[in-house]
């Protein structure tokens, strides 16, 4: 692999790519630098190459490697949270992709609301059914968004999904056209303060195929940073 900045640009020039064979602008998707297990100082490496947006797993280690690097970057909470956790995730992540239970948005509702700001959040859906993975099913995910639609401090902005780990990406093309279909059901609810506006999906491993199935935002760690130890 080449440098951060050089694995960046490759990067961009992937979802340029993608994005134009399938009649989408470019800008239109959101590239987040996924930082699990990555110093402040290769972090900066990024942001020094134009990363804006960063994406971390766990509330703990992002608290702990934010006030080594510059303010202004965009964080995106993208692993699962536990309840007790939300008031620390509110102080840093403005997005919250890992939205799973009503339970969770309560207790996000009432820390955000303590702290006078609201949180963007995207309903993670186990679009597969893996066990091993965290999110609702697909037939839960309607009946969770009536429930969070009415906690003001909470705006819906989307779905996310992690596919499974595959080799060809193609096995996984369903699976992100699955969560977009169901975005799709989802603004036919028009519930309050709920936006369909965007589908967290695709990884190293496949985000050149979620983005011909629509992807706004992809969640990039391995082919940025390399393998991770
Ligand atoms: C680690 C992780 C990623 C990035 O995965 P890579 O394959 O390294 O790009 C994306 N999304 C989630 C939820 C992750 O945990």
Not at 76 to 101: C, E, M, R, Y
Not at 201 to 206: A, I, K, L, Q, T
Request: aromatic share 4%; with cysteine.
């Amino acid at each position: 692999m080449g440098t951060v900045a050089d694995n960046v640009a490759a990067v961009r020039e992937r979802i340029a790519e993608a994005a134009l064979r399938s009649g989408r602008r470019p800008e239109d998707i959101r590239l987040i630098a996924v930082t699990k297990t990555v110093s402040p100082e290769v972090i900066g490496q990024a942001l020094a190459a134009g990363i804006t947006d960063v994406g971390e797993n766990r509330v703990q280690e992002a608290l702990g490697k934010a006030p080594a690097l510059p303010a202004g970057i965009t964080w995106h909470l993208i692993g699962h949270l536990q309840t007790n956790k939300a008031k620390q995730a509110v102080q840093l992540f403005p997005w919250v992709h890992s939205l799973d239970s009503l339970h969770l948005a309560q207790a996000l509702e009432k820390r955000a609301a303590a702290a006078g700001v609201r949180v963007k959040c995207l309903v993670e859906v186990n679009v597969a059914g893996e066990a091993s993975k965290h999110g609702v099913r697909p037939e839960e995910a309607l009946k969770l968004l009536e429930g969070v639609a009415a906690l003001e401090h909470i705006e819906v902005r989307g779905l996310m999904t992690v596919a499974p780990y595959v080799t060809d990406p193609e096995e996984v093309r369903p699976v992100f056209r699955e969560l977009a279909a169901l975005a799709r059901q989802a603004a036919e609810l028009k519930l309050p303060q709920v936006t369909m506006t965007e589908l967290s999906m695709g990884m190293s491993g496949d985000f050149e195929v979620a983005i011909e199935e629509g992807a706004t935002m992809v969640r990039i760690g391995t082919a940025i940073f390399g393998r991770r130890s």
